[in-house]
Nanobody, 121 residues
Framework: QVQLEESGGGLVRPGGSLRLACVGSGPDLTFYTKSWYRQTPGAQRELVASISYGEETNYADSVKGRFTISTNNAGDAAYLQMNNLKPEDTAAYYC???????????????WGQGTQVTVSS
């Protein structure tokens, strides 16, 4: 069973930076696509950034140029460097690991418990 644990959230002033970390334990996560999502109360969870096994990245328009997603060499962790934070970035941030077995519709999808990011002066 895969477990994902996020860390690095907190309170920061507008314009500040935070680095979120997501560390996985359990089966090999090397081939999984790692993503960060965020959610505010009453809203749907939205994709912030993702990185594939081949290190292809994808970002929400609202964070392009400010956030950077990365992984470690072992492939069992994902990071989100967040710069120039804005009040509208305030949300609970969730780590996700997703895999579709090639040639099948079998999927594996794991979530962390979330870490709160609050941007306020």
């Amino acid at each position: 069973q895969v477990q994902l644990e996020e860390s690095g959230g907190g309170l920061v002033r507008p314009g500040g930076s935070l680095r979120l970390a997501c560390v996985g334990s359990g089966p090999d996560l090397t081939f999984y696509t790692k993503s960060w999502y965020r959610q505010t109360p009453g809203a749907q969870r939205e994709l912030v950034a993702s990185i594939s096994y081949g290190e292809e990245t994808n970002y929400a328009d609202s964070v392009k140029g400010r956030f950077t997603i990365s992984t470690n060499n072992a492939g069992d962790a994902a990071y989100l460097q967040m710069n120039n934070l804005k009040p509208e970035d305030t949300a609970a941030y969730y780590c996700n690991a997703h895999l579709v077995l090639p040639g099948t519709d079998v999927t594996y999808d794991y979530w962390g418990q979330g870490t709160q990011v609050t941007v306020s002066s």
